[in-house]
Nanobody
Framework: QVQLVESGGGLAQAGGSLRLSCGAS????????MGWFRQAPGRERAFVAT????????YYSNAVKGRFTISRDNSKNTVYLQMNSLKPEDTAVYYC????????????????WGQGTQVTVSS
């Protein structure tokens, strides 16, 4: 049974930082591309970042490029999202996802999803 469990969300002030983690079990982690998506209140879930199997290739949405960094540790079956210079518009539920295609910005290319972790940024 595949499980993706996000952690590290919470409340931050604008300009601050948070680090999200997503631990995976039940799959061969290094075989999967990992992605982060987010869903803000009243909006559809949107792509944030993705990282290739070995970590050598990453892509970011324009909204977070230069502020967020995705990384992974295959020895720990964990993917991270370091979020710096946070803005109120970064407030959302953040989801990690695992897929075999990619790296991809498309949600349909990801097979497994976590439950999400709330990030709230106050101004």
């Amino acid at each position: 049974q595949v499980q993706l469990v996000e952690s590290g969300g919470g409340l931050a002030q604008a300009g601050g930082s948070l680090r999200l983690s997503c631990g995976a079990s039940g799959l061969t982690f290094s075989n999967y591309v990992m992605g982060w998506f987010r869903q803000a209140p009243g909006r559809e879930r949107a792509f944030v970042a993705t990282i290739s199997w070995g970590g050598g290739t990453t892509y970011y949405s324009n909204a977070v490029k230069g502020r967020f960094t995705i990384s992974r540790d295959n020895s720990k079956n964990t993917v991270y999202l370091q979020m710096n210079s946070l803005k109120p518009e970064d407030t959302a539920v953040y989801y990690c996802a695992a897929g075999l295609q990619g790296p991809s910005v498309g949600q349909n290319d990801y097979r497994y999803w976590g439950q999400g972790t709330q990030v709230t940024v106050s101004s």
